[in-house]
């Protein structure tokens, strides 16, 4: 019966109200609002104990106070099946294995004829970089691979013929899966996924298409051979409507920069007080390359050589993308180094490492020769 006393009430409160609010429309809003205060004031309202709602809070606060049966061992196998629940809900990260192998005799890299009608507007010099990051959409992630990239954009209604965006989409679709390529992207891109790629300074550094924001339709791909990845990304975007389209052969790089030796060094910290390295890590990432540690290896045999030697690391980067980003990466850079050292027995109190982001540049950022020499990491003596 309490239960229903309860209910009565709010059922005249909200017919009243309805009532109210239906006359509302057709008369003036005061006396539509007098009338609204006067049924909230005719209202019978029920008095609520003042310790009504305790329980249930306590049992929201503590499920252990709404079951006090429960063990924490019951707690605890509560809590690692709410884990497990949530760890098979997560996306698994795209496995390029999943891509069958073509059986198609593919022709020369990078494949594809500029479409009937559509000339590039890149110069013939700029269409090939010999290694570069791209940007692909793959499952529901923007992920980063690297190697030798091919590029292609075309101004599709300038053109002599024009092109929609689903014609130009189309004709690489079927092109693509004629040679065994699958599509690859589950999503576009969002403000949650450039987010989760670590933002729009990160992906504009290595994106060749168009630019990753919503409304900017990608086309990602995969073509596998034996030996060999192919990415594809195809997109459409700006005013007026351009096609863009760019295919990585995936690879690590080529080094073609020998590094210092022990000597080497020594020679020019003691000639100049500091000396330049270029050190591999891996794209925007502060994580070491393999192929960096001979040069880390050197180091620590300069240390080694002369115990009473202090160094100061500090690393360096080109002025592409966002300063605050360039000021982090070099920091997180520098500390990689720092604690390589360490790793090898070099003591820390002999060490410290800052960065200094874009802001000492030693060479020209207008070109790649230049920005690959403000990549750097300095040892400076301290």
């Known amino acids: 019966m309490r239960g229903r006393c309860t209910l009565l009430p709010l059922l005249f409160v909200t017919v009243l109200l309805a ?54 061992a019951d707690a605890a196998m509560a809590a690692a099946a709410v884990a497990a629940d949530a760890a098979a809900a997560a996306p698994a990260a795209f496995d390029p294995a999943s891509v069958p192998v073509t059986s198609v005799g593919l022709p020369p890299f990078p494949f594809f004829k500029a479409p009937d009608g559509l000339q590039s507007s890149y110069r013939e010099p700029q269409r090939g970089i010999a290694h ?45 899966a004629a040679l065994g390529g699958r599509r690859i992207d589950a999503v576009q891109y969002t403000r949650e996924v450039v987010a989760a790629a670590g933002g729009r300074g990160a992906i504009d550094k290595h994106q060749h298409g168009a630019a990753a924001v919503p409304g900017y ?10 030996d060999k990845e192919y990415w594809i990304d195809v997109s459409t975007g700006a005013i007026p409507l351009h096609g863009y389209v760019v295919v990585l ?3 690590a790089m080529a080094q073609s920069l020998g590094f210092l030796d022990a000597a080497a060094m020594r020679q020019a910290i003691d000639q100049d007080g500091r000396v330049a390295l270029h050190i591999n890590f891996d794209t925007d990432k502060a994580t070491l390359r393999p192929d960096a540690q001979p040069t880390i290896a050197e180091i620590g045999k300069l240390l080694a050589d002369d115990p009473a030697l202090q160094l100061s690391i500090e690393g360096h980067t080109d002025a592409t993308g966002e300063a605050a980003h360039n000021q982090a990466l070099s920091t997180a850079r520098a500390r990689s180094v720092l604690g390589a050292l360490v790793g090898l027995g ?37």
């Open 19 to 72: 009532g109210a609010c239906d006359r509302a429309r057709s008369e003036s809003s005061a006396d539509a609002l007098a009338e609204v205060v006067d049924a909230l004031d005719a209202a019978p309202v029920e008095e609520v104990p003042a310790d009504a709602g305790v329980a249930t809070d306590a049992a929201a606060a503590d499920p252990a106070a709404a079951a006090p049966d429960a063990t924490a």
């Open 132 to 176: 570069d990051g791209q940007y692909f959409l793959a499952g529901d992630k923007a992920v980063l691979v690297e190697g030798r990239i091919f590029r292609d954009r075309f101004a599709l209604t300038r053109a002599a013929r024009p092109y929609s965006e689903l014609e130009f989409h189309r004709n690489y679709e079927n092109a693509i």
């Open 217 to 226: 339709r990608h086309d990602s791909y995969l073509l596998r051979t034996p």
């Open 249 to 251: 052969e995936r690879q």
């Open 346 to 382: 070099v003591d820390p109190a002999r060490l410290q490492s800052r960065g200094y982001g874009q802001e000492r540049p030693v060479a020209d950022n207008a070109s790649e020769a230049g920005r690959a020499a403000n990549r750097r990491v300095e040892l400076v003596r301290r």
